[in-house]
């Protein structure tokens, strides 16, 4: 075979190769981070929406109620409301809604709202908040099934009382496995909505098992902090200086803790801020790390090794995070930073 030929044939198997190599490629599923930098290209820049522009507080309630937006209690399963948990197939549809209620869809919910419309506005409010979530929440909400969530948006005490089972003080409930989320209409429709948006996700991440109940609070604070004004967080920097004073609750009792109902209001709203600023420190140390701790705990490691296999040394107990929370907590305090 003479040289001209040899050229002809390799130039041919070349060519085929790239070909067969470009092809390959175009059908491999897009890496994590690449499918993030897509969606930081989709996000919409909207500027931040005063809510009281689109929801109208309802009568009852007064602008200094408001001020400092205290996280409602984690519910006992006795507790739970009954809901009806929709399939994928329904949730594409608009159910009937109950008398008094008006319904609709957006891209991400099924809403039914009390004695008005949900205006366009609103909807476009919502799905706002939600797709921006999911981006901060991200890679917890990145393998999440596409499957609309269920929010019933209340203008009256006494059917939000009836419908979630809550008591008087309560603005919000949240059942995880059917995606339902209950909310009274108000001045901090906002942060709340979030913080019931992070235990729809961040705690369907742990199925079938249930994270700490340190660890699910803590998160949907911060992520409700995230949203609120320096004056709504007066409370988490109240208490964030009397953590820093070593006047905080026991840290096998705090991990331990399954429900609340021990502790007075004054200790709630405690037990909240520590949650708050154990899953800050950990979210700051490392997010990468805080994610793969959260993943350990989901195959059901106990905390020191979940903390060890994320975190690395000095992270091989609970007591271990216990001085080093603390420690840090000290130093930022001193910084004048009260949010630590």
């Known amino acids: 075979m003479d040289i001209t030929k040899r050229l002809y044939i390799t130039v041919t198997l070349l060519f085929f190769t790239i070909c067969f190599v470009a092809v390959y490629e175009s059908f491999q599923p897009m890496k994590q981070g690449e499918v993030f930098d897509l969606l930081k290209k989709t996000r919409r820049n909207v500027q931040s929406v005063d809510v009281t522009d689109i929801l109208t507080p309802v009568v009852e309630e007064k602008k200094n109620q408001f001020q400092s937006v205290i996280p409602p209690e984690h519910r006992t399963q006795k507790e739970q409301p009954l809901l009806k948990s929709f399939t994928k197939e329904e949730s594409l549809k608009i159910p009937q809604p109950p008398k008094g209620f008006f319904s609709t869809l957006t891209n991400n919910y099924i809403i039914f709202r009390e004695q008005m419309a949900v205006t366009p506005e609103l909807k476009n409010f919502i799905d706002t908040i939600h797709g921006n979530f999911i981006l901060d929440i991200i890679p917890f909400s990145l393998n999440a099934e596409f499957k609309r969530l269920f929010l019933m948006l209340f203008r009256t005490r006494e059917n939000f009382t009836k419908y979630t089972l809550r008591p008087e003080w309560s603005q919000a409930a949240t059942d995880v496995s059917s995606r339902s989320i209950y909310l009274m209409e108000g001045l901090s429709f906002k ?29 949907a604070v911060y992520q409700q902090s995230r949203v609120q004004s320096r004056e709504e967080n007066g409370w988490l920097q109240k208490n964030i200086i009397t953590l820093s004073q070593k006047n905080y609750i026991n840290f096998a009792e705090f991990h331990e803790a399954d429900h609340l109902e021990m502790y007075d209001p004054l200790e709630v709203e405690l037990w909240y801020t520590q949650a708050y600023s154990v899953v800050k420190y950990l979210l700051e140390k490392d997010k990468d790390s805080f994610y793969q701790f959260s993943k350990n705990l989901k195959e059901n490691m106990p905390i020191g090794k979940a903390l060890y296999r994320a975190y690395g040394m000095p992270f091989n107990s609970l007591k271990a995070l216990e001085y080093a929370w603390q420690a840090q907590l000290q130093k930022e ?3 004048g930073n009260y949010y630590g």
């Not at 709340?192 to 699910?216: A, G, R």
């Open 191 to 219: 942060p709340v909505f979030v913080h019931e948006l992070t235990h729809v996700y961040f705690d369907s991440f742990f199925y079938p098992h249930e994270p700490p109940l340190w660890l699910s609070e803590g998160y």
């Open 333 to 335: 305090v001193k910084r």
